[in-house]
């Protein structure tokens, strides 16, 4: 039944189930059935009763309800206006701060181990940093104060029995603030830290999280060096658990090690660290053993490795474990420790070392907060998180020192409540009777604290030569044995006392009290440690040094020895100042004026005058406000009501100023209108420019540099037009005018610029460019001309020269010799380019060719002979023979020779050319310009003959080199798209655009190709990027197409332009300017000043605070885990919100995940993403950018991503706009949810009925099987599926639904899924969408059954899920901690996590997974086959498939009330023992059955009646009226057995009576069709209707 949080006469407020709605009261039990009534008014202010609030949570601030309250409260004013919450301290504090009155504030948190101190100071300080983050703080001071949470921490925290993360210290947390509320500078101080937890622990407790968190990482590059081993391997560590629930040692060394570097602990220093803390586990291994009256090592080994670690002498650290030093005088003698006196040593060391670790920590995080250039004193905010009281079985020195604190505190909290006020009363003669007292603690405080008190005769006796901790209590009890907080024990010698503290009394046993007290460190390890090789150990160690020698001073003098008593006190006297000074928030009196005559009747007259100045505010009621002699005393009611009334009154003034500021504004800016655009008009007479032929502004301008002179001053100019009220005029043409100055520029500068090229395309391509802007008159275009005639002749010659020097060639060396004579170059040598290096190559050649014929010539001379004495020999027979050969060798020289004179002069060959003026010619189709120069510019530079492609090729080249002649190509390649989208078409309007961009061409019709193209390629690309591309080889020339049109985000139409962006927020003050171009669009950890996209100006706000949220979910500024987990539903909520808002998210996310070099930060954003696709659709425009830059994800080599990448799509495309609208049609847009959350939209004519939707919404996912189907309705708040009769019309359901959303608050849904599921179910293959939605559903029944099952199926099934879902949770798993409630509520029933066991369930869960592994379930299995396997262990539940409701079994209704009048009189109890009861009634495909409520696995009762008419017990009949249901069965009477089976009445009060009914006639119907069933049949009207729904509602 719905529950809700109900006002109760004794409990306030009480979990209430909803028994009857009234037409005038709605009927509620608690849970001791008492009954409570409230008006139906009220129901809908009522809260829904979570049933996390009702079994607890580990943190509250994962409930829905408090996560989401961070931006009302950060907006709000007054505190007072919201309900209660800890942001309401944090908001109180900061209105202190803004009141001006120079006030400090201070947040006091205490509480006991696990009550959320911890947490508590992590919120506080996230608020203060969300609610100041609009200021100008110094640079990341916020993201700095938050990053100091990981290491202190890490540090500071350990698992306790009562907290998973207890705090083992106190801090204050001082940020200093300056007038305008940044925050310049920030100290921590701690106090207290538990150092007897490094060396023991108790038992189900850990020890510090640093130590576990460096094992867990051992395997790291960084921290291999250390040989970090196993807890089990450290004595420190032995006695621990190795894991503590809900903390991820992994993830939070990652975090540590960030948070190291933002506060400036760079990796050098971080593995010095981790090297001190490894060095500390070691000391703990060191063993000692007794060699008569001296200890010595057991094993050196764990010693050598300290040593090592600690960056000290072995030696060194050997003598300072096993002797101790001993002072008489100036004498220092050295004397063996005993075995106990090593190992006290080795463990005092241990602690000494991580105490002044911690020290020095707080001191880097201390400079990394200050700033040296901030005020030292100033107003402050204050942060106290601080133990409670506490009270052990053995309470030593540590609790009276947390108790001594506590007190203190309770001191500052009565003075201010109580004694201060009371003071003040009796001073202002105010008269508040008898009745109003307090406890003091004033006695308790001086007993501990004060000269004479317990902790100064402890310091005194420190000082005593042979004192001991019996002496000091004696001396205790003689000082104080009257005084009434001190509890002295009937029995002396056991070394304990007490003391009645406020909180209660606590027994301390003083055992150690002088031995914990002493502060002066070990005489050797001052010494040591300086001599360390580690820099943070040499800083330790002078300090000690510095500490030694001012103890050895104040000994011989009269100042008193330091002990931790001592230092302890100061810092809490220090403290308590500190509290004193600062607002405290809870001052309830009006401070007014002095107490002069004249004064004093102006405060009588305020008084009078106040009950009619607040008449509107609710008035003052007699005796609110009182009188006194200085001041005006009022009471809570009318303080809220003045302060409303003073916030009316600032805001008339408020409004009245900024009319007048605003005025004055924009006065200002009409000003500076005609100034603006008298400097434009000045401008555009000076520039007017390309009016007429011949009118360049290099003509008149002379230079490029002074054109751009004039570019810039016009940017100047509309710089300066910025954000004034009237449009620039022409700026359009203006803004064309510049361009082509720009152009033209560029144009001149391009052509001075390659005075030495050699490349002649690009001559050409210049050439092109003078001509258009009427440069060929200019000497350097001469110039060029004449080079151009010389490359042609030279580069060929040059290449051909090089390939005949490289081959040695005599026949090409000739060749290319007599080529360079036939341009005369060797009698003109200057003619040579000298860049080619033309002059130098040839005499290479002459001289080479030289010696290569005097060698021919000699080799001819020795073939001659040898051929001679070769022919003597041959006889005459074989010379004709011989005449063949010559004549066949002679052919084939005379073939070679023809082939040859085909190739040119640079030895390129037919085929060679053949290839180039074949790309030549596909460059000349695609329009591809990149490629036209790189094959004209293999012609030049080989010489290939001319021929038409060659010509055709220079051509297009020359036009597209061309402003005017690419504009023209761009509108007639739009008007070709008209009827014409081929493949062809896009990809030459494609080239030509980027070549327009290139050569910055007219931006207009940039665009307008832009979108022509976006267009047609949008259209082409949605089988590709809508289909199923994971199944499918998809078509790679569309995804070519579409990669080009829309893998580049800035082409997006609605995005801003870098210029109009504003960028992000600096992260200093002297930060470098901000490269808008390379930066909008990039990760950034910075916050933006600006929208990215086009949005209205009235969501600016909201888009930018959002991109905040973004940031945080994605981890990249520090927030306490718990209020991260909220963020990614409220940027989804902002994204349905608002169209454009949705565009702005979707480019946002995008850009956080371009360049992402975090891991975890790029898998959250890609989690927001699949979200983002999961819940709201981008526009028709930004559509296809979304999904191509998703494809990208599904090329990830990260598999999570990947997987999520792909899930994106299939979300996209299920929750795409409906098809087949059409304009003018009487249709209704129809929103339906499918089982697995996803959501499809529709437009159905209204006339449609529910199947007729069925039968469309099977087409859209393409589902076979669509009887199998139904539509069910799901109410907001409300977890059961109402099913929905078929013949329906979407119109009434729209009708109907909207009534019951005004009456109850409470909008209705349409959920597609399977209508029944069978005990012989199996997943089709085939039809992977219907298997799919039908393991959801079967996940979906199993989450939400309604009574416990035996822990053995269970657990079988959360093992089968968690193997199917392995990359979701392979985190938890690789962890071995399954025990965080979110995670076991995917993974069980919640029905069976009532008792709050998650140990144990994540225990049998994760054996049961280890199980399935070792029989085979390997994660390479088929999807298809894992969803099996659940499906087989949820059909092993008794109740897989049924429908279920929660009824209660009544003997007799009033006869009105009968569903069935005419039913029999006989009843038929479920169970004979209780004939009335609570049952859940369950149906299915066999019948109906009931199963006790309280139902328990092997303890449950059930009882059941089939449909089939030859079995023993079954249903005849069923009907339902208003919230009972009657079901007539056929089944023996026990009374009379001998009548065989009798029709008998089972009569049931459920709230869903009707559901019931009509689910058991749908069966019948469908499944069990037969004469008479009438009798089953439901109004579908009342199915649908409001007071039925109201009735259902609560079931």
């Known amino acids: 039944m719905e529950r809700y949080w109900v006002p109760h006469p004794e409990y306030v407020f009480a979990p209430c189930a909803l028994q009857n709605l009234g037409d005038k009261e709605v009927t509620f039990k608690d849970n001791e059935e008492q009954v409570v009534n409230i008006p139906v008014a009220k129901l809908p202010e009522l809260p829904k009763v979570f049933d996390a609030q009702l079994l607890g949570v580990d943190d509250i601030c994962t409930l829905e309800e408090v996560n989401q309250a961070l931006e009302r409260y950060r907006s709000c004013n007054d505190s007072m206006e919201l309900p209660p919450h800890i942001y309401s301290v944090g908001l109180d504090a900061v209105s202190g701060l803004r009141r001006g009155d120079g006030k400090n504030q201070a947040v006091l948190i205490s509480g006991e181990s696990g009550a959320g101190k911890t947490e508590s100071t992590k919120l506080v300080l996230s608020f203060i940093s969300e609610a100041l983050s609009g200021t100008d703080s110094g640079p990341g001071i916020q993201d700095k104060i938050m990053q100091t949470n990981p290491v202190l921490e890490s540090f500071g925290n350990a698992m306790t029995v009562r907290n998973n993360n207890s705090s083992r ?114 000391m703990g291994n060191i063993e000692f053993s007794e060699a008569g009256d001296a200890a010595q090592l057991v094993d050196e080994a ?122 003040d009363y009796k001073a202002e003669g105010v008269n508040v009777g008898d009745g109003l007292s307090f406890n003091d603690n004033s006695d308790i405080v001086t007993l501990i604290d004060s000269k004479g008190g317990i902790l100064s005769v402890l310091d005194e006796e420190v000082a005593m030569p042979k004192a001991t901790d019996t002496t000091f209590l004696n001396k205790v009890f003689k000082a104080h044995e009257k005084n009434a907080r001190l509890i002295v024990p009937k029995i002396t010698g056991g070394g304990k006392f007490g003391i009645r503290h406020f909180a209660g009394d606590v027994t301390y046993l003083s055992e150690g009290f002088l031995e914990k007290n002493v502060d002066k460190p070990p005489d050797e390890a001052g010494a040591l440690l300086s001599d360390s090789s580690l820099s943070v150990l040499k800083q330790i160690g002078a300090t000690i040094v510095e500490e030694l020698a001012e103890a050895a001073g104040a000994g011989g003098g009269k100042k008193k020895a330091k002990t931790v008593s001592s230092g302890f006190r100061s810092s809490l006297a220090s403290l308590v100042q500190k509290l004193n000074e600062a607002d405290p928030h809870f001052i309830t009196k009006l401070k007014s004026i002095l107490s002069a005559g004249s004064q004093v009747e102006k405060a009588k007259l305020f008084v009078e005058a106040l009950p009619e100045a607040l008449k509107l505010l609710g008035g003052v009621a007699d005796g609110d406000v009182v009188l006194g002699k200085s001041k005006i005393f ?33 006065r200002k800016m009409l000003a500076t209108c005609t100034v603006v655009f008298d400097e434009l008009k000045a401008w555009c007479a000076n520039n007017d420019f390309y009016q007429k032929p011949g009118s360049s502004a290099v003509k008149k301008h002379k230079t490029p540099e002074k054109i751009l002179e004039e570019v810039t001053k016009l940017d100047a100019i509309f710089k300066k037009a910025e954000g004034l009220p009237l449009q620039v005029p022409r700026k359009k043409e203006v803004e064309k005018l510049k361009q082509k100055m720009q152009n033209e520029a560029t144009a001149i500068q391009q052509i001075k610029g390659i005075a030495k090229t050699i490349n002649p395309i690009e001559i050409e391509e210049a050439f092109v460019r003078a001509k258009e802007f009427e440069l060929m008159d200019m000497p350097e275009v001469s110039a060029l001309k004449s080079r151009l005639e010389k490359l042609t002749q030279q580069l060929p010659l040059v290449k051909a020269i090089q390939t005949a020097l490289d081959e040695e060639d005599l026949e090409k060396l000739q060749e290319v010799m007599d080529a360079v004579k036939a341009l005369d170059l060797h009698h003109s040598p200057e003619e040579w380019i000298r860049e080619l290096n033309g002059e130098e190559l040839a005499g290479r050649v002459y001289d080479n060719l030289e010696k290569l014929k005097a060698k021919r010539k000699q080799e001819d001379i020795r073939a001659k002979q040898k051929e001679e004495a070769k022919q003597q020999v041959f006889d005459q027979q074989k010379k004709q023979e011989a005449k063949f050969e010559v004549d066949e060798e002679a052919e084939k020289k005379k073939k070679l020779k023809e082939r040859k004179s085909r190739a040119t002069i640079t030895g390129f060959t037919e085929e060679d050319q053949q290839k180039v003026l074949m790309s030549l010619l596909a460059a000349c189709h695609e329009f591809d310009f990149l490629a036209l120069e790189k094959g004209l510019h293999t ?106 049109a829309f893998s580049d985000l800035s082409a997006f139409e609605g995005l801003k332009t870098p210029q109009e962006w504003k960028g992000h927020k600096k992260a200093s003050l002297l930060a470098a300017a901000e490269n808008r171009e390379l930066t909008m669009l990039r990760h950034s950890k910075l916050e933006i000043r600006d929208a990215l996209t086009k949005v209205p100006s009235s969501e600016v706000r909201q888009a930018v605070s959002c991109f905040h949220s973004i940031l945080g979910w994605m981890g990249d500024r520090p927030l306490p885990e718990t209020q991260r987990l909220g963020f990614r539903e409220d940027i989804a909520q902002v994204a349905k919100s608002s169209p454009t808002l949705a565009d702005e998210i979707y480019v946002q996310v995008m850009k956080q995940l371009r360049e992402n070099p975090s891991d975890r930060s790029m898998t959250l954003g890609w989690k927001l993403m699949l979200r983002l696709c999961q819940q709201v659709q981008p526009s028709e425009k930004l559509d296809e950018f979304v999904r191509s830059f998703i494809m990208h994800g599904v090329k990830s080599s990260n598999s999570e991503v990947e997987h999520m990448a792909k899930q994106c799509v299939a979300d996209l495309n299920i929750n795409a706009a409906p098809d087949g609208v059409h304009e003018g049609a009487d249709l209704l847009p129809v929103t339906v949810l499918l089982i697995d959350h996803s959501v499809r939209k529709v437009h159905m004519p209204r006339a449609s009925t529910l199947q007729q939707l069925k039968v469309r919404l099977a087409e859209q996912l393409r589902i076979g099987a669509v009887e199998e189907f139904a539509c069910f309705q799901m109410t907001d708040g409300l977890e059961t599926h109402r099913l929905l009769p078929e013949s329906t019309p979407l119109s009434m359901l729209e009708e109907k639904w909207a009534k019951l959303k005004a009456s109850l608050g409470r909008a209705s849904h349409l959920v597609f899924k399977r209508r029944f599921l069978s005990f012989e179910e199996t997943l089709n293959p085939g039809d992977l969408t219907h298997a799919t939605l039908t393991y959801r559903q079967v996940v979906w029944d199993y989450l939400h059954y309604p009574v416990p099952e035996a822990e053995d199926t269970i657990k079988h099934i959360a093992a089968a899920i968690l193997h199917l879902e392995f990359e979701h949770y392979k985190q938890y798993i690789a962890s071995r901690r399954l025990d965080d409630p979110t995670i076991l509520q995917q993974l069980v029933p ?93 149906v299915d495909l066999f019948g109906v059955r009931f199963v006790t409520a309280d139902s328990q696995p092997g303890q449950s009762f059930s009882r059941g009646f089939l449909f089939n008419e030859e079995t023993l017990e079954r249903v005849y009949c069923c009907k339902a009226k208003g919230n009972i249901v009657q079901i007539v069965v056929k089944t023996v009477d026990p009374e009379n057995p001998q009548a065989g089976r009798v029709n008998q009445t089972i009569t049931m009060v459920c709230p869903a009576a009707v559901d019931v009914a009509f689910c058991a006639h749908t069966v019948q119907e469908l499944y069990y069709p037969r004469e008479g069933s009438d009798g089953l049949k439901v109004s579908m009207i009342d199915l649908v209707s409001p007071a039925r729904e109201s009735r259902a509602a609560h079931s």
């Open 169 to 282: 210290f106190g801090k204050w947390l001082q940020m200093t603030v300056s007038a305008s509320l940044a925050i310049e500078s920030c100290t921590v101080t701690d106090y207290l830290l538990e150092l007897t937890r490094v060396c023991s622990q108790g038992s189900k407790e850990r020890n510090y999280h640093i130590f576990f968190q460096l094992i867990e990482a051992r395997e790291s590059a960084e921290l291999k060096s250390l040989g970090i081993m196993e807890p089990k391997d450290y004595a420190y560590l032995r006695g621990c658990l190795p894991k503590a629930p809900g903390i991820d040692d992994a993830r939070f060394f990652e975090e540590l090690k960030d948070a190291f570097q933002s506060l400036g602990i760079d990796s050098k220093l971080q593995l010095e660290v981790f090297g001190i803390v490894a060095g500390i586990l070691v």
């Open 302 to 423: 764990p010693v050598k490795k300290a040593s090592e670690l600690l960056g000290v002498e072995l030696e060194a650290l050997k003598g300072a474990l096993l002797k101790r030093m001993i002072k008489v005088g100036k004498d220092v003698t050295m004397a063996n420790r005993t075995k106990p006196q090593a190992k006290a040593a080795s463990d005092a060391m241990a602690r000494l070392l991580y105490g002044r670790l911690f020290k020095w920590l707080i001191k880097c995080i201390n400079t990394s907060l200050s700033d040296a250039n901030a005020k030292k004193s100033g107003q402050f905010f204050g942060v106290l998180d601080i133990a409670g009281f506490e009270s052990f079985e053995q309470n030593s020195l540590e609790q009276l020192f947390i108790n001594l604190s506590n007190e203190h505190l309770q001191q500052h909290f009565n003075n201010h409540i109580f004694k201060m006020e009371l003071d």
């Open 634 to 666: 009022a009471k809570q009611p009318v303080m809220i009501r003045l302060d409303k009334a003073r916030d009316m009154a600032v805001s008339t003034y408020s409004i009245d100023i900024q009319r007048r500021w605003r005025g004055n504004r924009v």
């Open 939 to 1044: 012609a030049a530079e080989n010489k290939i003959e001319a021929c038409d492609t060659l010509d055709k090729a220079k051509e297009l080249l020359e036009k597209m080199s061309s402003e005017a002649s690419l504009v023209a190509m761009l509108r007639e390649l739009q008007e070709q798209l008209k009827h014409d989208h081929s493949a062809e078409i896009f990809k030459r309007l494609q080239n030509v655009l980027n070549r327009g961009k290139e050569l910055n061409i007219d931006q207009e019709a940039i665009s307008s190709a832009k979108d022509c193209m976006q267009s047609g390629v949008r259209q082409r690309a949605r089988k590709t990027l809508k289909g199923n591309v994971f199944v499918e080889m998809a078509n790679m020339e569309e995804v070519e197409l579409v990669e080009k």
């Open 1390 to 1482: 919640q029905v069976s996590l009532r008792n709050r066991q998650f140990r144990m369930w994540s225990n049998k869960i994760l054996e049961a997974f280890d199980k399935l592994q070792l029989e085979g379930g390997s994660r390479e299995e088929p999807r298809l086959m894992r969803m099996s396997r659940v499906l087989d262990k949820c059909k092993m539940m008794q109740l897989f498939g049924a429908h279920h409701w929660l009824g209660r079994q009544v003997e007799s209704i009033p006869p009105e009330k009968a569903a069935l009048p005419q039913a029999p009189e006989k009843n038929c109890p479920i169970n004979r023992k209780q004939k009335e009861g609570e049952y859940w009634i369950c």
